[in-house]
């Protein structure tokens, strides 16, 4: 992974970083959580749910900083990008059948079936998997069909919560934890999203996030949050987590938004408003520290 496998794996082995692969409404989330066991560098499995990076030497890595819905707040991450020509994956369009999960990180599931469930992503492909032959035969019935529409599909899956499987060009995500049923809460540890209003805009990432011309982001990074926690609960200020992610920003963010958030640049950008808008936010936790 030349110079970014240090990074990647640093993080990867740090139980308070956290993952994501995915687009706007549709998302597999990695957190730690309880016993972790860490086969390689680049591959961890923990209690519900497992992942495993990709090399790639096209990577462009993006640190940002973006507003979060808290008014004090504000997020943070790290993509890792790819040409858009690299970035695709099969983008299916309806339910699909793949055969045996034969390169899942968890070798006891893989005679378990994968189903494409169609939803024609550009970063990502988001499937099913199962050995439980009830929901083999619903899955089977629905293939050809728009999983979108299939309330009873949906339902169904709800009801297995079989295990979810997200793959881009940089990493695979198994999620087991189970899927919270309508109004329920997602689990602590890893999770997934999927949200057909917002995936109905066909964003691939937040707009605030400067992805250069070309790019989509595959994977990102959420390193330790100075002031809120993995679950995005707010917690007391910590400067040491506030300084080692300056330093990442430093040496992976956008250049007009490093020298708006040092003040050395009075551009009417949207990046350069968004450095500023931040450092404001990010003062007042410093000043009270």
Known sequence: MSSLGPLLARHLADPTSSWSVGELGVLAEFHHHGPTLQPDAYTVVTSGGAIRVRQCGEIVPLAYETPSANPRLWNHGVVFCLPAETAGMARRACVTELGPDEDS?????RGEVLFDLGLGLHTADFMVRTGDAVLLAVLRAACGRHWIDDHALNAAIVAASPARVIVSQLARLEITNPIPHPGGVSPDGPHTHLLPAIMRRGRVH???IPVPPGMFPCLTLYPAHPARDAEGRERAF??????AYQDLLQGFGHPDY???KAGEV?????VAHLGRLIAKRQQAFLQAA
């Open 266 to 270: 009075n551009a009417d950008s949207r």
């Open 238 to 243: 910590d400067a040491a987590m506030h300084l």
């Open 258 to 260: 490093l020298a708006a």
């Open 105 to 109: 990180i968890l070798r006891s599931a």
């Open 206 to 208: 937040d707009a605030n």
